[in-house]
């Protein structure tokens, strides 16, 4: 699975948007884009996931670049809930083993 | 969704002893992996097991130290055998989510200290 690289720490105002960004250049044509949180004392909770276009579902938004090296999850209305760890995962789509790197912390404050 | 039960949530143990946490899922699935994370760390697998053959252990773990049994499609068992204080850690039991969007379904984990 192509590595991914996230920034180990942002904060973000309630309400508004977070930007998380994750870069994968080394990404292949067939492995996917897919993110998970993980808030505090629970198990990771899948969000989206992408190949190729921008997705958007009823937790947040997907954009991936043209060449496929970068996306960035968009959490459009931040609130104190979103706080947690984000991880963003390249894999294939016949293969279930993810391997979390880093991730980020994202802290929204009041 | 799939809905994971996981016993114990919690447990403290002392050092030499082993621990059996079990895994329970409300539907059957093919495919269950089992996961650490350490304080402060983020997730490592363990595993992969599926029912009916031997589970496949990742780098770094031995099926000595995690046993793991897979009797049916619903359930599973890890065992922490000789526990150390460096063993102390989430361990975290998940499965797959077969035709929904989500690759894996986790459980809540079983939070592990070990004196």
């Known amino acids: 699975d192509a590595k991914t690289t996230q920034p180990p720490s942002m904060d973000c105002a309630e309400g508004r948007a977070a930007n998380l960004p994750c870069n994968h250049s080394t990404i292949s044509g067939n492995e996917y884009v897919y993110w998970y949180r993980q808030i505090h004392s629970q198990g990771p909770q899948y969000i989206i996931h992408g190949l190729k276009n921008n997705e958007t579902n009823e937790m947040a938004s997907l954009i991936i670049t043209e060449d496929r090296k970068s996306s960035t999850l968009i959490l459009p209305h931040a609130t104190l809930r979103d706080t947690a760890v984000y991880y963003c995962i390249a894999l294939l789509y016949n293969d279930y083993k993810l391997s979390f790197g880093a991730g980020t912390t994202v802290t929204v404050r009041a | 969704s799939a809905v994971i039960s996981q016993k114990p949530s919690r447990d403290i143990c002392q050092r030499g002893t082993s621990l059996t946490i079990q895994c329970q899922v409300d539907s059957q699935v093919t495919m269950m992996f089992w996961y650490r994370q350490q304080p402060g760390q983020s997730l490592t697998l363990i595993a992969t097991?599926?029912?009916?053959?031997?589970?496949?252990?990742e780098s770094g773990f031995v099926i000595d130290k995690f046993p793991i049994s897979r009797p049916n499609l619903t359930f599973s068992t890890l065992t922490v055998s000789n526990m150390s204080p460096e063993d102390s850690s989430i361990y975290l039991c998940?499965?797959?989510?077969?035709?929904?969007?989500?690759?894996?379904?986790f459980g809540s984990g079983t939070q592990l200290s070990v004196l």
């Open positions: 097991a599926n029912q009916g053959s031997e589970a496949t252990y």
């Open positions: 998940s499965v797959e989510g077969g035709r929904t969007n989500e690759k894996l379904f």
